[in-house]
Structure formats: C-alpha cells, structure tokens
C-alpha cells in the first residue's frame, strides 16, 4: 500500500486530490453530537493543504435511497471541518453536478471543497458494477490523485471505495495507516491476556467475528442486544429482548467450541429490565427493574448490564495486556442505561493494557460518557471496518489502495 507521504514526496502543489473520507458522523438535526470522524481526517487533510493541493473531500452520511434527501446533507460536516482547519471549505450542494463542478474548478492551491453526500446516488451502493463504474468515472474528472482515509467505509465494495480509486494514482491517507496499524497489532502477535468486549445492536453482524476470535482471544465478555442471543441458547428466556432466534444455533456451537479450546466466554450475570424501549428524546426516567439474567420477565426487555455484571466485567479486564471493545454494553444514550457501557470505558481508562475501541456508537459512547479519548490506546473510527478485518475478510477499499 502507498502511503500519502510518497505522495507528499513526489510534490502535490496545484493537483487536484480527492479524498474519499468519512465524515459519517452522528447528528441531531443541524448539530454534530460527536465529530470524532471529522477530526480524525484532519491530519490527511491538513498536510495536503499545506503541501499546496487543490483537495476534493467526498464522504457518505447515513443511508439515504439514492437520491438527494436534505436530511443527509454532508452541509454541516464541511462547515464543521473549516472550522477545525482553521480555513475556509467550500461546499458544493450536489455530487457530480453544476455545482461540484464549479467548486473544484474555483479551488486555488491548497484550498477545499467538500462535495455534497455520494449516497445521493444510487451508483455509490449499487450491486450493479457497471453503475458503480459509471459514477466512479464522474468522480474521476474531479481529480489527478486518490487519497483513501475513509477508514469506516472500506469494508463497502462502493464507487467512490473501490472503483475510483482504480482510475488514478491511489494513496493511503494517514487514518487508514493508523487503523491498519492498531488492527495488525491485535492480529499478528497480539499480547496476552486478549480481552474482547462485544456488545451493541447488530446482533448478527457481530457474530461472524466470534468465529474468529474464538482462535485468537483469551477472554469474550458478552452485552449490549447479543447476550440475549447467547442467553437463549443457554437455556433461558429473554422477554422481549433483541433476540435472534435464528442465531441460537451458531451462538450454541461457539459456547462449545469456546469451552472446548478453553476461551473464557462470559455472559451477563444480571441486567437491567423494563417493560418499555426509553425514550431518548426526553431522557424521562426509564425506571428499569434489575433482574438475574436467568429471570427475565416474559414482557420485559434487557436494556443494560446490572451492576454483578458491571463488577465481573471490569475483574475480568483488570490483567488483560491487549482488549478490543466493540459495542455498547446496553442502551447507553439514557443515563438509566449508561452505567454499564460506562463501567466498560472506566475499566479500559483504568488498564495499563493496549486497548482498542471500535464501532461509531462505542466510539460516541466514549466521548459523550465523558471519558479522555487520550486515556485510550485506539478508538477507532470504523466499527464494520475493523470488525471485517478482525474476521480475516479482504476489505474492498484496502484492497483497491494495494493495486
Ligand atoms: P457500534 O456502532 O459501536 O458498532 P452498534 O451500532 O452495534 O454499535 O450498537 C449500538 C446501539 O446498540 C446503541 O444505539 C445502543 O442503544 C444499542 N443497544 C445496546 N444494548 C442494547 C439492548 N440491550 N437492547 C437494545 N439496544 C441496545
Ligand atoms: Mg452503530
């Protein structure tokens, strides 16, 4: 993979450079609750500027249907980036349109412009190669050079991930290096104990991972929607849980398997039930009952982990020497729900061990919880990415920087 400092050797004075970031970050209206994503591509950004290149920054945000839809504008994400560049970035309001066109034709050297939302075209997600190619080679006109950094999209076989890059001089952005870094740290000669926290929503998502790290952890600490999963499959009922039915099998042969290869696989010994989903607007009391995991109410959902739980967890990562946390450990955007992510993010502050945490709501969780990000070893900014390159996948992006 070459890496954006070739570039910068080579000299990038008066090229145009389109970096394919990722500034996905979550919004609540016009506001960004955490820019972790925007900053994190600043040191790419900022060395091209410096270097005298004109820079086209593309991105996705959310999942819009192929179409422009004012509720996914990337508006607010560029303004947010000129104002951490300390510099002003013009922003076109469309992708391919009049208006990029005349954005990237106006750029001096070492000024920005930050397209409007790839998504609003269904060639950026389509199955169908031959529209991914078609919007891919609109892209190119824009620009002499690639730059990657969208480290959270690269696990998509996308337009702007996979085709572009293939149709100019392709670099690695700073992020990218520094992901591929940390995730290489805890797949070749990882330090042991190796810890993994799993938790989240996307339940079936993060199962395949475990396949994985059942060969390389020593340790797999369960929350967040999958521990139910887990705990129907050992015999328990979960009410109205997140609940896989179709996953018990699988969530069964990990059980063995984990047992068998002698990997510590840890479920919630208790949790936090309520009858109701929270309400994330008003944040008004949630009132939950704690119950033994093994007693879950029929019309009760588990929405955290219960403070057992939280006491295990954090015994369980005090000697670890490398840990990976991906997904909160419950509802954590209610503070009736915080505690348990947040007994998670304190044992990790308080480990002297190498630790990685990745997902974009993990990675929010930590920053809004109130936690030092410095106090961390990596947060990473891709959750899907870094989970795919901890199974062992190929992920389209990465791969397309190789050629
Ligand atoms: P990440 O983005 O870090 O990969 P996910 O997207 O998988 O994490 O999951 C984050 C979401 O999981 C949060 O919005 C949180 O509210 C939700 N969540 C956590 N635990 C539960 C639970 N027990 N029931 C329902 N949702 C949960
Ligand atoms: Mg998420």
Sequence with gaps: MKTIDELLRQGVEGKRVFVRADLNVPQDGTTITDDGRIRAVLPTVKALTEAGAKVVVASH??????????AFTLRFAASRLGELLGRPVAFAGDTIGSEAHAAVAALGNGEVAVLENLRFHPGETSKDPAERAELAARLAAFADVYVGDGFGAVHRQHASVFELP?????YAGYLIVTEVGVLKKLTDDVKRPYVVVLGGAKVSDKLGVIDHLLEKADRILIGGGMAYTFLKAKGHEVGISLLQEDQVPACLEYLARAEKKGVEFVLPVDVLVSAEFPDLKTKAPAHPTLVASSAI????????IGPETRKLYASKLADA????WNGPMGVFEHPDYAEGTKAVAQALVDSPAFTVVGGGDSAAAVRTL?????????????????????????LPGLAALED
Excluded: C, W
């Excluded at 945000?61 to 004012?70: A, I, M, N, V, Y």
């Excluded at 109410?297 to 588990?302: I, K, L, T, Y």
């Excluded at 961390?376 to 062992?392: D, K, M, P, R």
């Design 321 to 324: 020497a490398t840990v990976f």
């Design 61 to 70: 945000l959310g999942r819009p249907k192929g179409e422009p839809d004012p």
């Design 166 to 170: 293939r149709l100019m001089p392709q």
């Design 297 to 304: 109410p029929a019309d009760q959902e588990g929405l955290d």
């Design 370 to 394: 109130g936690f030092d990000e410095n106090a961390f070893g990596h947060i990473s900014t891709g959750g899907g990415a870094s989970l795919e390159y901890l199974e062992g996948k190929t």
